[in-house]
């Protein structure tokens, strides 16, 4: 009977802590007075370094700045590599990761993730010169990406044979396509658009393949188990969506005058299911 007790009373002090613990991380984001969100700043217009301001700005960057605004705190702004965002989290460097983190069912069981925030795809940029025409047409070619992204494996699966060549950043991946050092450069769909709006008249010598090897998600990722700061930032987003502000935050960094030009939107800050 003593044991049966001693162990309760261990089990309802692990509940209790691990209840408390939960809490803690919405409290000492409020106690210091600010909301440390990690993102990429190499991933336009998600996040990226505005070459006047020399700042940090984008779509996820203004997100991560009205919720801390809705929890009264000060954003600051952390720039983070693709491979070191989950780790970052992990270890508490940062709070919550709005840094083009895709949703899912595998980084479920090392993150908890907020509303879904963005909606896209996964597209592939070639040379004209290399004939290809097709995302079939990469087999057996060498295709240049980021690493730590889901773009690897995405391309992996589209095209069995495939050679993946992996960068620190999706921009080494794209100069890389620029170089000659692959035949293919795969990215999100916003991202690779943004890079090939830039090309110029250079355009005339790639092309976008028209398959999307994916459908992506965009969330951002909160430490596991803490449903006080998931929370916060869930009632923040609705927030932002039923003011019309979350649409207005899009056609500013994705709209008809960005290099991406999105006529429309066709998705809602509404709920944090992904398909299995």
């Given at each position: 009977?003593?044991?049966?007790?001693?162990?309760?009373?261990?089990?309802?002090?692990?509940?209790?802590?691990?209840?408390?613990?939960?809490?803690?991380?919405?409290?000492?984001?409020?106690?210091?007075?600010?909301?440390?969100?990690?993102?990429?700043?190499?991933?336009?217009?998600?996040?990226?370094?505005?070459?006047?301001?020399?700042?940090?700005?984008?779509?996820?960057?203004?997100?991560?700045?009205?919720?801390?605004?809705?929890?009264?705190?000060?954003?600051?702004?952390?720039?983070?590599?693709?491979?070191?965002?989950?780790?970052?989290?992990?270890?508490?460097?940062?709070?919550?990761?709005?840094a083009s983190l895709t949703h899912n069912k595998e980084r479920e069981a090392l993150v908890d993730f907020s509303l879904s925030t963005f909606y896209t795809g996964q597209r592939v940029l070639v040379k004209k010169?290399?004939?290809?025409?097709?995302?079939?047409?990469?087999?057996?070619?060498?295709?240049?990406?980021?690493?730590?992204?889901?773009?690897?494996?995405?391309?992996?699966?589209?095209?069995?044979?495939?050679?993946?060549?992996?960068?620190?950043?999706?921009?080494?991946?794209?100069?890389?396509?620029?170089?000659?050092?692959?035949?293919?450069?795969?990215?999100?769909?916003?991202?690779?658009?943004?890079?090939?709006?830039?090309?110029?008249?250079?355009?005339?010598?790639?092309?976008?393949?028209?398959?999307?090897?994916?459908?992506?998600v965009f969330a951002f990722g909160i430490r596991k188990g803490e449903t006080g700061v998931k929370t916060a930032v869930d009632q923040v987003l609705r927030g932002l969506e039923k003011s019309g502000e979350a649409?207005?935050?899009?056609?500013?960094?994705?709209?008809?005058?960005?290099?991406?030009?999105?006529?429309?939107?066709?998705?809602?800050?509404?709920?944090?299911?992904?398909?299995?």
């Amino acid at each position: 009977m003593q044991t049966r007790l001693h162990f309760a009373a261990l089990l309802f002090t692990s509940i209790a802590f691990t209840q408390v613990a939960q809490a803690d991380q919405l409290a000492a984001i409020k106690a210091k007075g600010e909301l440390v969100c990690g993102t990429l700043g190499t991933d336009e217009p998600n996040s990226f370094i505005d070459a006047k301001s020399r700042q940090l700005v984008g779509y996820e960057v203004d997100l991560c700045r009205a919720i801390a605004q809705g929890l009264g705190v000060k954003p600051v702004i952390k720039q983070l590599a693709v491979a070191a965002r989950i780790p970052e989290l992990q270890q508490g460097r940062i709070d919550i990761l709005t840094a083009s983190l895709t949703h899912n069912k595998e980084r479920e069981a090392l993150v908890d993730f907020s509303l879904s925030t963005f909606y896209t795809g996964q597209r592939v940029l070639v040379k004209k010169s290399s004939h290809i025409t097709t995302v079939a047409g990469l087999a057996g070619k060498k295709v240049l990406t980021v690493k730590g992204g889901t773009q690897e494996p995405n391309i992996r699966k589209a095209v069995p044979g495939v050679e993946v060549v992996t960068f620190e950043t999706a921009g080494q991946a794209y100069l890389g396509l620029q170089q000659g050092k692959g035949a293919g450069y795969v990215d999100d769909e916003v991202s690779l658009l943004n890079n090939y709006a830039k090309l110029g008249a250079a355009q005339k010598d790639y092309l976008v393949l028209p398959q999307n090897i994916s459908q992506e998600v965009f969330a951002f990722g909160i430490r596991k188990g803490e449903t006080g700061v998931k929370t916060a930032v869930d009632q923040v987003l609705r927030g932002l969506e039923k003011s019309g502000e979350a649409e207005k935050l899009f056609f500013k960094w994705y709209g008809p005058t960005s290099n991406v030009k999105f006529q429309k939107r066709t998705f809602k800050i509404e709920s944090d299911k992904i398909d299995a």
